[in-house]
């Protein structure tokens, strides 16, 4: 299977405590993005990197966020002193540069705060 | 202030029958848009996507309208099958600005059998 993959699916995790999930983009595409989605919403754009380049980051990223893509290929995203609203469906998606605007996404990875 | 509305939170439609899903927009600068299909517990796919320079793209039983004036776009699938019962997000983009896309809140369908 070629698809995005995000490792892990579930993830439960007790106020406080950091977590940190990753992304494996379909091999070719150079561009990959971080949404969260939460109950009844769309999903919400977080961040973008073009190769290893982080190009934007949404409001929504607080200091408590970090992501990388080191490599330009597979991509983590880090949660510190995680707190309750951060529990979401957290979604990553890659896109090829001659088509960047069809983002492929992942299945995603369910994040619970306790 | 939400950007692209999808005001109607779900649609049920018999089998065979056409589902009509619409999507209002307010920012006059995305120039692309895009529908997405999610089932529950998987990431939303890729369905359909019209550019601004068009006002109808058609993909097998799935086709996309867009009026720019009004700001409004539409998918209809015909004919509907149970298979397509999911949540259906509008997702338009401005190519130029950024790269993100900007969803709804979605649509969930029901097609009845």
């Known amino acids: 299977d070629t698809g995005v993959s995000q490792d892990p699916r579930h993830k439960i995790t007790k106020r406080g405590q950091n977590v940190t999930f990753r992304c494996d983009p379909i091999s070719e595409h150079n561009r990959l993005y971080w949404y969260r989605q939460t109950l009844g919403q769309g999903p919400e754009f977080l961040t973008y990197f073009q190769n290893e380049a982080q190009l934007e980051k949404s409001r929504l990223l607080s200091d408590r966020f970090s992501a990388e893509r080191p490599k330009g290929s597979f991509s983590t995203l880090e949660i510190q002193r995680t707190e309750q609203g951060d529990s979401a469906m957290y979604l990553c998606?890659?896109?090829?540069?001659?088509?960047?605007?069809?983002?492929?996404f992942g299945p995603g990875t369910r994040l619970t705060v306790t | 202030d939400q950007q692209v509305k999808q005001n109607s939170p779900s649609l049920s439609v018999q089998e065979g029958r056409i589902s009509i899903l619409n999507c209002d927009y307010t920012?006059?600068?995305?120039?692309?848009f895009l529908w997405y299909k999610k089932y529950p517990a998987e990431g939303p796919t890729f369905l359909i996507s019209?550019?601004?320079?068009?006002d109808k793209n058609e993909d097998g039983r799935f086709t996309v309208f867009l009026n720019k004036s009004a700001k409004h776009l539409s998918l209809h699938i015909v004919p509907s099958q149970p298979g397509d019962s999911a949540v259906y997000f509008c997702a338009p983009i401005s190519t130029g600005a950024n790269s993100k896309l900007t969803f709804g809140k979605g649509i969930t369908l029901s097609v009845r059998p």
């Open positions: 998606a890659s896109s090829l540069g001659t088509s960047w605007h069809e983002q492929y």
């Open positions: 019209i550019s601004s320079i068009k």
């Open positions: 920012n006059s600068m995305f120039d692309y």
